[in-house]
């Protein structure tokens, strides 16, 4: 049986471009490279890359970058987008939770929910830690987004995505937060690439600052920063306050 994810995105490559969260693409790279000193010689992974939106922008910029996603629709829109601006770009599909890779990449990013915190238990996004720390040589970086557990203890998450919305785009109905699971559940109401509508039941981890440091720690990261994240403008300068829907996290192997 498909998850509620992989339906999502099967057919789906375009319209994901046009969410009002894929737009600060350039911004979000300016930052990746600062945290890497511009060094070109860095090798990236991108996790759960989808269609390619922060590969394709860092192999513009002269970085060595593969992409990996479980999605054949939205590789096949990064691929076409990498081949259209004549960029080298292995885009892969495999599972996050299981990556072969072995301390091969300097930078690992995960962004925009890119799989971790998609999960349906918490172990399962415990694994994509795992395999993102594995994958990286030691010294390296893991920066990643997850959404905030602490902003739906102080806001409405189906208000804030209620003002979010953009005609056309998906939109959650029927929003339910459990605050033993620190899981929000909707019914995601969406039209396909092909015009199809269509709705699938959700369901997405929120995290707390605390959770994150632990189980980064116990994957074996030694240093750990959890910083607001400002949708293109992400920086180190952004302390998390219950006002961010997401968090941002930089963690050094």
């Not at 990286?136 to 905030?148: A, C, H």
């Not at 030694?222 to 829907?245: C, M, P, Q, V």
Request: proline residues 1%; contains cysteine; charged residues 30%.
């Amino acid at each position: 049986m498909k998850q509620w994810y992989e339906t999502l995105f099967e057919n789906y490559g375009r319209k994901y471009e046009e969410e009002i969260y894929t737009q600060g693409t350039q911004g979000e790279c300016d930052f990746i490279e600062k945290e890497i000193n511009c060094d070109k010689s860095v090798k990236v992974l991108d996790i759960g890359c989808g269609t390619g939106r922060h590969s394709v922008e860092l192999a513009k910029r002269g970085y060595s970058v593969m992409g990996i996603d479980l999605s054949d629709s939205m590789l096949n829109r990064a691929r076409e987008k990498a081949a259209e601006k004549n960029l080298k770009i292995d885009f892969i599909r495999t599972d996050a939770r299981t990556l072969s890779f072995s301390e091969e990449f300097e930078l690992a990013i995960m962004l925009c929910e890119g799989g971790f915190s998609l999960m349906e238990t918490d172990e399962m996004n415990f694994e994509i830690l795992k395999s993102a720390y594995n994958s990286l040589k030691q010294g390296g970086k893991l920066i990643f987004t997850t959404l905030n557990g602490l902003f739906p203890l102080f806001h409405s998450v189906k208000d804030f995505l209620d003002s979010a919305a953009k005609e056309g785009n998906t939109v959650p109905g029927d929003i339910t937060f459990d605050l033993m699971t620190f899981r929000e559940s909707s019914n995601l109401s969406f039209s396909d690439d092909d015009g199809n509508k269509k709705q699938i039941e959700t369901s997405e981890r929120y995290y707390v600052p605390s959770e994150i440091t632990w189980l980064l720690k116990s994957v074996g990261f030694i240093k750990i920063g959890i910083f607001g994240a400002k949708l293109g403008a992400f920086s180190r300068n952004d302390k998390l306050t219950t006002e961010d829907f997401e968090m941002l996290v930089i963690a050094e192997k």
